[in-house]
């Protein structure tokens, strides 16, 4: 008696582990029903228990992966040798709204009164893989804004002299033909110089001045700098709050920076006039900011390079301002930028700040 009830104890304690464990844990029969599914498994795959157990497997696989695992199980079953049995692998795995996520799996079994039961351990990789790429992505950022930084030395005194010199002969030519050539030459050194002070901002390491601050605050002195362009250019501008007050951890200047920018290329994108609204809204434990505008929008060929460096539709863009807004905005921890649009309706820029703290209540949720 006292045995069974250590037998039941340690099952009990063994039951518990693997219910709560953060690897998804699916158990199968033979025939494929599943006989066990964990609440990792319930949250990796997005299915209830009630959806999955006492049913085929099927249900949450991929037909691909279906048929692999149909073969796998029947070949181990009647010959008793394994392939993948004791080794982990990666696969693509489907969550229950069909979104495909990176996941590593394992496989064990085991035999009960001549049964076979096979029990998949399944970890998602989604947030590995994603560290990984941020750390190859900082590791080649690295390498090349050391390359950037000695290439601007380079060409930065070459261009400022080139620059002055043309100013002074500006200075000195009464020849309206020469004149105009050089002032060509200045406009042209100027934009070369924007162009370095660019790549240096996206390529070089940055140090973020971080301060707790009203993000709507923000919103209110960046629309307070482009009020009066936007009334000469017949643009119609408005800042909406949800009524409250959320306090972000950041940079100032340079957050201000990345809402000034999308801004800017809001207004640009409405050469005869429109809308454009600011939006501020609490979401769970973050804030969106949203910047729209009834501009020309963006193609869908387009969109998918808008925060790409030197991608640009303007006629004297660089194509680096949106790289260096979304480079700013990632390098705040948990905080994204994302962008909609359709050609001839408009764009819409997402920017999502963790909140420290909801505030006191905006006294000015509209302007």
Request: aromatic share 4%; hydrophobic share 40%; glycine share 6%.
């Amino acid at each position: 008696m006292v045995e069974r009830k250590e037998e039941a104890k340690e099952l009990a304690v063994l039951q518990g582990a693997v219910e709560n464990t953060n690897e998804a844990f699916v158990t199968i029969d033979q025939n494929h029903k599943v006989l066990f599914f964990n609440k990792a498994a319930e949250r990796i795959f997005c299915f209830s228990r009630d959806e999955v157990i006492g049913r085929d497997l099927d249900v949450i696989m991929s037909p691909r992966c279906s048929r692999d695992h149909h073969e796998a199980v029947e070949r181990f079953v009647r010959t008793r040798k394994p392939r993948r049995i004791g080794h982990g692998s990666e696969i693509l795995a489907t969550r229950k709204n069909g979104e495909t996520f990176p996941a590593n799996i394992s496989f064990s079994v085991s035999e009960v009164d001549g049964k076979m039961y096979f029990t998949g351990i399944v970890s998602d990789l989604t947030e590995t893989k994603a560290l990984q790429e941020r750390i190859i992505r900082s590791e080649r950022l690295a390498a090349l804004g050391q390359v950037v930084a000695e290439i601007s030395h380079e060409i930065k005194n070459p261009l400022m002299m080139v620059g002055g010199f043309a100013k002074q002969l500006i200075k000195q030519n009464r020849d309206e033909k020469s004149t105009r050539k050089l002032n060509i030459i200045v406009n042209e050194v100027e934009r070369l110089e924007n162009l370095l002070k660019e790549l240096r901002a996206l390529y070089l390491p940055r140090t973020l001045n971080m301060e707790e601050m009203s993000i709507n605050e923000v919103l209110r002195e960046v629309h307070e700098l482009v009020r009066a362009d936007c009334e000469n250019k017949r643009i119609i501008t408005e800042i909406r709050t949800d009524g409250s007050q959320p306090m972000v951890m950041g940079d100032r200047a340079k957050l201000k920076q990345v809402f000034l920018n999308l801004v800017k290329n809001a207004m640009e994108a409405m050469e005869s006039g429109g809308n454009l609204s600011v939006q501020s809204q609490l979401r769970g434990d973050k804030v969106e900011i949203a910047i729209m505008d009834s501009g020309c929008g963006i193609s869908k060929d387009d969109l998918r390079k808008v925060f790409s460096p030197f991608f640009t539709t303007k006629r004297h863009g660089t194509g680096l301002g949106l790289s260096i807004s979304k480079s700013i905005i990632e390098e705040h921890p948990g905080s994204s930028l994302a962008v909609e649009s359709e050609a001839g309706k408009g764009t819409v820029f997402r920017v999502s700040l963790p909140v420290i703290g909801a505030g006191t209540k905006d006294s000015n949720p509209e302007i």
